[in-house]
């Protein structure tokens, strides 16, 4: 096959070492040095510092740079780059030259704020037509890079009236929520810490296939994954693909595209061979949240551009093929203080292991706390397919420690009512002085859990693929800032009470530890056992999108991002209904895919099949042979033909019905309940078996062990 001859793409490194050109399409704090006289430079380095805005004159130098830099590298064009709702970056570019003055030109102005024409991005009903203009807004904390020949300008994207329109500018917030909410938990112990910051690293899931072969599969084009197709013989049984050696042709991709990253400044790592056959991970170091999140949308960008020179697709869908592993994008979090120390890794002082401890069992409490909204955090209807199916953590939300920290959490709380007298070492008496300096390497592994201890940091697995994490990373900061201002009032009640300072916060931490043990899963989160057992425990298990969102209307929810002034009311309510108009759009376009593929591609070539079966088994007859084998395939193809056009058509009388319903969220979970459940496992089983029976030769679609075994 000619898929299978292609030849490597060539490209070239600048360089054999990535010092000589990491981060050169980036006007970061050095280039700003270089090109800032030093008191603008100062004065820049500190509000990005700070997070505090910068004054006119300043912008206008650091226009008047960048516009220097970017000329010397052939740059022709500049533009706002911003994270609208849709889930993808937005651009639009605008050209340095000035054609009246005949100069190029970059105005301070033309940095710090644009008004893109933006009545066309989903803004949840915020922007009403007759203000349906919206502005970007420089974010000088992630720094401008040159991205195609276009000199990238990170910004937000806020209404007129000042409600966020994007991801980033909740996320914005959120980040300083936590440092509020953290800082003063952190003077309890160093009285230095001045400021907190969430670190992430995003493990990016996803499959590589031909593009050609990508281009055969409309279902692929329209909808991101397959709504049909038998699995292969060969899927992930053997297990023999999961840190395989690479296929050669994604390697020449991934090489070139962490080129690319790096010269943007993204650090990428690792690069590794996932579960499924054709699928593969990249995973970056940790970095500042904010960039990270603009890095993950970036490399997201970037790899689908360098596929396409490997005659490549990627595909960033959640479950692109059913029955084998789905693509998550795994969020590695933490809080680093401004003095360095990050809070969740144990060390061998035990009072910063008490530090330690405040923040881990917070943050168990906050999960336990606001599980639903993590859980709508990550909702969309791609991730519907993959949680919960094939070595993806479930729908249900919890939280596994490890068996090394769940015993000293239990300790804790069994120890709690020692008295300690003076004199005493606490930390002794309450077993906390022996949490292993290094607990990285006793931290057992568990990839079933969608919210994991990983030894000094977080691992919030549960996120999809797709999703810009922004979202569930602004959730997580705001549900974990809001346990640690009420972590904080209980320690100063117990102070006030006349409790020690220590005494006091370890009281604080006894009670969340009982308070909060349903949430905590050391078990198989991908058994059957589990789902009962949660169910026992009652924790949710909302495994369909539009349900699980309804928490974003819920009081409590808007009072939680109200509290830290991250989002209001409208701006939640608004999220609520792109993300339900997302889902439905979703829904039906799988489902229009899957009615037109199998009306007129699989039912014509099975009738085309069957009929040949006909003519063989007459011709048998007219032989005096058995045509048995021949007729009872005839009759089977027959009741799936019947079959699909069954379902097909009331899968359409469904959508019809529900496109007159007016309230949106009932839409949405119809779509859910009646047309995807209803529906979509029907008649794709009766489609797949088509597959199975039909020769080889007359099937309209590209079959699984054709597009997932890349050499
Ligand atoms: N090896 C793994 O970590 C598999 C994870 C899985 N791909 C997921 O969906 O999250």
Redesign the pocket.
Known sequence: MMVQSRENVAFEAPSSKISDYFGSEVFGLSKMKDALAPSVYKKVSEAIEKGSKIDTSSAEEVATAAKAWALSKEVTHYTHWFQPLTGSTAEKHDTFFDAHAKIERFKGSALVQQEPDASSFPNGGIRTTFEARGYTAWDPSSPMFIFENTLCIPTIFVSYTGEALDYKTPLLKSVEAISAAATPICQLFDRSVKKVNPSLGVEQ?YFVIDKALYASRPDLVMAGRTVFGHNPARGQQLDDH?FGSIPSRVKAFMKHFEIEALKLGIPVSTRHN???PG?FEVAPVFEEINKATDHNQLLMDLMDKVADQHHLKVLFH?KPFAGL????K?NNWSLITDTGVNLFQPSNSARENLQFLTFLIATVKAVHDHADILRASIASAGNDF?LGAN???PAIISVFLGSTLSTVLDELEKNGNIKIEKGDNMYMKLGISKIPEIILDNTDRN?TSPFAFTGNKFEF??VG?SSNVAGPMTALNVIAADTLRLMYKDIQAEIEAGKEKKIAIVNVLRKYIKETKKIRFEGDGYSEEWEKEAKKRGLSNLKSTPFALDVLLAKATSEVYERHSVMNVTELHARHEIRLENYIMKVQIESRVMGDLALNHVIPTAIQYQTKLIENANGLKSLGLDSKAAIDTINEISKHIEAIKENVSAMIDARRRLNKEEDIAKRAKGYSTDVKDAFFEKIRYSVDKLELFVDDEFWPLVKYREMLFLR
């Open positions: 899931e999961y996932e579960v499924a699928q959640e592993n789905g693509s998550g795994h993959r070595e993806a953590p990839r697995r549960a693929s």
